[in-house]
């Protein structure tokens, strides 16, 4: 968009775009591939010296915009934010913005971005944005034979079961007739691993997949060393069974076959605040399918909030017997209550750590029936409570423990050694080298939550470790590593990619968060 600071009565200015190698002697659109709009007598010229009328004439004072469509190569130009319409059709590539004043004194000033435009060019935009989203939703597609559809419901059922979902995973089975290749015991021992691993208890994880998937993690030496490093991160978050002592273990965890819970990658659920007491439907932060939703949220405003509101459900040794379970929840709540009121934890709509049961005596759905904790099966819900140290208001390093920090140590000494280890074996890997320095960078602050490091306390930063391990134990079992829905998005990433350096303009109105709901 051109300003035209002072023109004089007799000048003559173009306004236009131009190929590389015109000649900039002569104002735009007289020359072969050179294209422009003068003030002089309002015409239009393509690449010659015989203009069309166009628009009005523009002088001092007059704000002219040139506005280039990349999707149909066309252009048109506005004047005071007024659109003049179409001036030219089928525009070659590589054009440049040209501006040509052959009277001396002329003054113009240039805005390319950095200033509001008068013409409404956001409004423009969305409607070419618009235009773009209807074109590839009602692109032709044939399904004579339903075979487009089957296909759709294969790519759904396999991020099923990539994720753990198994009562909807089998729900989906039974109603579209896919079949689950995976066994269902093999799912849910995934579905145990991930929950430990996103809920910090990556001491847990590690041995639960050892003795489930012996060998895997030996063969996976990277791999156990960025656990083991995940691992020493927990350990520093006071979250890591090693730390936190034998009282945090889920005896599920040793002894148990798994959560009957579909999956640690839940879908969205109610759950009551204690604040409005009403039901509020809550959902996943962030696109990443290990985003599992919590349950139940208490305020901790206050140290004996948070000492009241911690909650554990414990053995019914008169009904039942079911073994002690600890919410993931519950977890965050002892953290607040060993460091402080500050630390970085999983909210509500973060991962929530259960083993078969769910505190309080309520039930919740995930859209199937009232009364019913349901992702495929039923659940009764009891709940204790438990005491809990009040919080002293000041995180601490492993939850304040010397025994703890001692253990931390000497863990890390371990995992320097194996680090070694690894190098004389294997040779120089920048991941680990990389992995280990931003765990030990941790011990530098005395307050590492705050540091520039601090991001790696941070429960999301469990997403990808979780993601790793879940793909090494299925490509271990002989199954896909990464869910057909998941390549077909990278796919189409790329493909945007190549469009635009392809320079098709439609890519840049063309965006795949917009049929990802």
Same mark, same amino acid.
């Given at each position: ?25 002569? /104002? ?25 009328? &166009? ?84 692109? =032709? ?74 060998? @895997?993690?030996?063969?996976? @030496?990277?791999? /156990? ?25 889920? =005896? ?22 204690? !604040? ?80 078969? /049961? ?7 759905? !995930? ?42 140590? /000497? ?14 074996? &294997? ?20 307050? =590492? ?14 997403? =990808? ?53």
């Amino acid at each position: 968009m051109l300003m035209i600071s002072f023109a004089l009565s007799f000048s003559y200015m173009g306004i236009g775009l131009s190929a590389q190698g015109v000649n900039m002697n002569r /104002l735009p659109g007289w020359d072969k591939q050179s294209y422009g709009y003068h003030g002089d007598d309002g015409h239009s010229f393509c690449s010659s010296g015989t203009g069309q009328p &166009y628009g009005p004439t523009f002088t001092t004072g007059d704000v002219i915009g040139c506005c280039v469509n990349l999707i149909d190569n066309s252009c048109f130009y506005t004047k005071n934010g007024i659109n003049l319409g179409l001036a030219f059709t089928d525009l070659p590539s590589n054009l440049y913005p040209t501006v040509g004043l052959q009277t001396p004194g002329e003054v113009v000033e240039a805005n390319f971005g950095q200033t509001p435009f008068v013409f409404d060019i956001e409004d423009y935009m969305k409607e070419w944005h618009m235009k773009t989203k209807l074109t590839i939703e009602r692109f =032709p597609v044939s399904d004579k034979k339903g075979e487009w559809q089957t296909a759709l419901q294969q790519i759904v059922s396999t991020y099923l079961v990539h994720h753990g979902y198994c009562g909807t995973a089998e729900a989906f089975s039974r109603s579209t007739g896919q079949s689950i290749e995976e066994d269902m015991s093999s799912i849910k021992h995934r579905q145990r691993i991930q929950k430990l691993v996103l809920a910090g208890r990556m001491g847990e994880a590690i041995e639960t997949t050892q003795q489930l998937y012996p060998g @895997l993690l030996e063969r996976n @030496l990277n791999l /156990l060393f960025m656990l083991k490093c995940r691992q020493f991160i927990e350990m520093v978050n006071g979250t890591d069974t090693e730390v936190r002592g034998p009282a945090i273990r889920s =005896p599920k965890s040793r002894h148990g076959s798994g959560s009957n819970r579909s999956s640690p990658n839940m879908s969205p659920v109610h759950h009551t605040n204690s !604040n409005s007491q009403k039901n509020t439907p809550i959902g996943s932060r962030g696109n990443s399918p290990n985003r599992p939703i919590g349950v139940k949220g208490h305020s901790s405003g206050s140290s004996s909030q948070t000492s009241q509101n911690l909650q554990v459900s414990q053995t019914n040794n008169q009904s039942g017997g079911d073994l002690k379970t600890i919410s993931e929840e519950h977890m965050n709540h002892a953290n607040i209550a060993m460091n402080g009121s500050g630390c970085h934890m999983i909210q509500d709509d973060d991962v929530e750590m259960m083993d078969g /049961l769910v505190t309080e005596t309520k039930t919740f759905t !995930n859209g199937n029936s009232e009364g019913t904790y349901m992702n495929g099966n039923n659940h009764t819900c009891k709940s204790e409570e438990m005491d809990v140290d009040t919080p002293s208001g000041k995180r601490q390093l492993c939850g304040g423990s010397q025994a703890a920090i001692e253990k931390m140590l /000497l863990f890390g000494r371990d995992l320097q050694s194996m680090s070694q280890r690894l190098k004389r074996e &294997y040779g120089k890997s920048e991941s680990n080298n990389k992995s280990l320095q931003n765990a030990f960078s941790l011990l530098a602050y005395s307050d =590492p939550w705050n540091s520039p490091v601090g991001y790696q306390l941070d429960p999301v930063q469990r997403e =990808p470790v979780c993601a790793a391990l879940n793909s090494a134990i299925l490509e271990s079992q002989g199954l896909p590593k990464q869910p057909p829905l998941e390549l077909v998005i990278a796919q189409s990433t790329e493909c945007m990619k190549l469009m635009s350096k392809a320079k098709i303009g439609s890519c840049a109105f063309a965006n795949l968060n917009d049929y990802l709901h």
